[in-house]
């Protein structure tokens, strides 16, 4: 073999060593974007279900302190002051005031708390689709029904309609807790709604 053959095998098998060590590093490269990838989608997902968890807990305290039915002198006080209502203790319509000032006052943390679900609930219909928006509807719905009872539960304190004792009995059950945790029927719709949404979203926080 002369030596023109010899340098043209030479740069051949150069060439393939070239091409194969390419190659090899495309793979290693393409295994290691995969890798990273899923580690992306694990920590992005771990933290939206932390934060929908979050949010989901942090209403489900406010609802508690909502729908409890004490009221202290401070607490009531300090919302008529805020809100700006004026009413002596003698008055007619003290407790329909009174009551008003710090439902709304206690509303505004649940409030809150509804807007960062809804914020990340948009994320996680992009993240996982339609089988955690089912989840995440009845929530908001309990929510509702506890305004729309609450603001005819005040009604009732108001004046405003020919008050029956079924009617505000039966909106008393939405807007005060009960001390037997057994007969609470919204409290134990809230603990089933979001048990459903713990479910489907707890195992995401194992990373």
């Not at 793979?27 to 990838?37: H, K, P």
């Not at 401070?74 to 003698?90: C, D, L, P, V, W």
């Not at 948009?122 to 309990?142: C, F, K, N, Q, Y």
Request: one cysteine or more; charged letters at 30%.
């Amino acid at each position: 073999m002369d030596i023109n053959n010899c340098q043209q095998y030479v740069t051949i098998i150069k060439d393939v060593i070239t091409a194969g060590a390419a190659l090899v590093a495309a793979y290693i490269g393409w295994q290691g974007l995969a890798t990273w990838r899923k580690q992306l989608k694990g920590r992005t997902e771990y933290e939206l279900a932390r934060r929908l968890l979050s949010a989901i807990y942090k209403i489900r305290n406010y609802v508690s302190y909502f729908r409890n039915p004490f009221m202290s002198a401070g607490e009531i006080y300090q919302s008529m002051e805020r809100e700006g209502i004026k009413a002596e203790f003698t008055d007619k319509d003290y407790s329909f005031k009174s009551s008003s000032a710090v439902y709304k006052v206690r509303w505004e943390k649940i409030s809150d708390g509804m807007t960062d679900l809804e914020v990340n609930s948009i994320e996680a219909e992009v993240l996982w689709g339609s089988d955690i928006m089912e989840a995440l509807t009845h929530l908001p719905r309990l929510i509702s029904d506890l305004n729309f009872n609450v603001g005819w539960y005040l009604r009732e304190l108001s004046g405003a309609r020919a008050g029956r004792t079924e009617d505000i009995e039966r909106y008393e059950r939405y807007v005060f807790s009960s001390a037997n945790p057994e007969e609470d029927e919204f409290a134990l719709e809230m603990a089933n709604a979001i048990k459903a949404i713990d479910e489907i979203l707890r195992p995401y926080l194992k990373i």
